[in-house]
């Protein structure tokens, strides 16, 4: 069976992936436009599509597909139509498990960095400006004995609160559109976006990208975190406002954002480029070698389940 890899992957990965079915692997990380797409849903039967390339419900209608799995590459998937893969007769899975502690370790360094204005600080260093240290220079937020507030208490939101309790004696509060229990440290679950915005110090988006999550956190949302809040995204870039985030930033409505992605990925808007008190990272997530190796194997593992007449363990459509 023809498998086309729609990114270079690690060494190892590609050795693993070339070994068991005939492949192809694009030379290129621009990620694949909707016409390219459709393309190689009608030359190969099995896929490997990575963040940004465009499986939009176009791809799929343009010609009758070949392909019958698209086993993605990384735990969101909202760069794939699953309504017109589904009625395409593509299934789809992703690889869920294997990036949770990488990603939770992003979002505590953005958080960190934020906090203690690292990246600001860094820039000044490298700058040959600095005239050596003195009492009110660069004053951060404290971040131990603080409250987090996780928006999407799933694996990573978990991980991310655990991490920062155990370790900062961070209060724990969270939003999650269904009922979280069996925790296995102190959170308080709130009803709404708003109260937890409101309560929190520091806010960290964990939640999946899609319909149901785009704009969650719109200009009331941080209006309602206030000046000494801090808002921290790891999970999709249009979770939050873009223009409102700048306004809030600009305007000292909050205090800081640490982002690792954004709403219109890569492009970074040249205004969120030039505010100090947003620190910028280029999708950083789960770049760990070990990592990007786990998630393509994991990958890998549902190709060879779906083509052995097995139900590919993390099959989403």
Do not use: C
Not at 7 to 15: G, I, S, V
Not at 218 to 242: F, K, Y
């Amino acid at each position: 069976m023809k498998l086309l890899v729609t990114r270079p992957m690690t060494k190892a990965a590609e050795a693993a992936i070339a070994e068991r079915f005939e492949t192809r692997f694009r030379d290129t990380n621009v990620p694949m436009t909707e016409a390219e797409a459709a393309t190689a849903l009608a030359e190969y039967d099995l896929i490997m599509p990575t963040l940004g390339d465009a499986f939009r419900a176009g791809a799929f209608q343009a010609a009758k597909p070949r392909t019958r799995l698209l086993a993605n590459f990384g735990a969101g998937y909202n760069h794939i139509d699953l309504d017109a893969a589904r009625a395409a007769g593509v299934a789809v899975t992703n690889t869920p498990n294997v990036v949770t502690a990488s990603t939770a370790e992003l979002a505590v360094t953005l958080l960190l960095m934020t906090a203690r204005r690292a990246g600001e600080g860094e820039r000044l260093a490298r700058s040959g400006t600095w005239t050596g240290w003195h009492p009110t220079q660069m004053l951060g937020a404290p971040v131990t004995g603080q409250k987090l507030g996780i928006v999407g208490m799933g694996r990573i939101g978990q991980s991310i609160a655990r991490t920062l309790h155990r370790g900062f004696d961070m209060e724990v509060v969270f939003f999650n559109r269904s009922t979280v229990s069996g925790l296995d440290f102190p959170a308080r679950q709130l009803g709404t976006v708003a109260e937890l915005m409101r309560e929190a110090d520091f806010v960290v988006i964990a939640v999946p990208g899609g319909a149901g999550t785009h704009h969650l956190i719109d200009a009331a949302a941080l209006e309602a975190l206030g000046p000494e809040g801090i808002v921290v995204n790891i999970a999709r870039g249009d979770v939050i406002d873009q223009q409102a985030l700048i306004a809030a930033l600009s305007t000292g409505k909050i205090r800081a954002a640490g982002l690792d992605v954004f709403e219109f990925e890569p492009e970074i808007a040249e205004a969120l480029r030039s505010l100090d008190n947003a620190v910028l990272l280029p999708h950083l997530g789960t770049a760990v070698e070990a990592t990007r190796t786990e998630m393509a194997l994991r990958a890998l593992d549902n190709l060879i389940a779906f083509t052995e007449g097995r139900t590919p363990t993390d099959l989403v459509a």
